[in-house]
């Protein structure tokens, strides 16, 4: 765990980033969530949870609000960027990463109260899960977007 995770657990809204920087387009979620620590937000914890999410469940405890950013197969044009709700994931078929899935397992080891009162997931449709640390043209391209599709959520969230 990074010291951000440890220190800001208990805010209103986390945002995770999942996925492997050394796996291509898997690692768009972290790289969303490098790009929005150039920024400055009240309120939200940014997390780099990588691929290891089942270890951020104690940060997720007690959030109003979690957002996922990860890549999601679900069959569109790479690049596309997706934004569904939690339940929503969970009862569509999608080739989800084994990261969500991990983040289904964190929520259930957390008490009723403690579950976060919504959870979102911004997914990028990626191109290419290989070896390599640069993303591809079209979900390089997508990342901007993706920021702005978080940030878009933190706000109406904090209206």
Not at 17 to 41: A, C, P, T, W, Y
Not at 135 to 142: E, I, R, T, W
Request: with cysteine; aromatic share 4%; glycine share 10%.
């Amino acid at each position: 765990m990074n010291e951000l995770m440890t220190q800001t657990c208990c805010n209103r809204i986390a945002v995770v980033g999942m996925g492997n920087l050394l796996m291509s387009d898997d690692g768009i979620g972290v790289h969303v969530v490098h790009r929005l620590m150039e920024k400055q937000f009240e309120n939200v914890d940014l997390i780099d949870a990588g691929t290891a999410i089942i270890h951020t469940a104690d940060c997720l405890r007690g959030m109003q609000h979690i957002i996922v950013v990860d890549a999601l197969k679900a069959g569109h044009e790479p690049g596309t960027i997706y934004l569904m709700s939690g339940d929503d994931v969970f009862e569509t078929d999608y080739s989800l990463s084994i990261h969500s899935l991990g983040l289904k397992t964190a929520l259930r080891f957390m008490a009723p109260d403690e579950r976060p009162a919504e959870w979102t997931l911004v997914g990028v449709e990626p191109e290419k899960i290989t070896n390599g640390m640069t993303l591809s043209g079209p979900v390089g391209n997508a990342l901007s977007g993706a920021v702005r599709t978080v940030e878009n959520l933190i706000e109406e969230w904090q209206a």
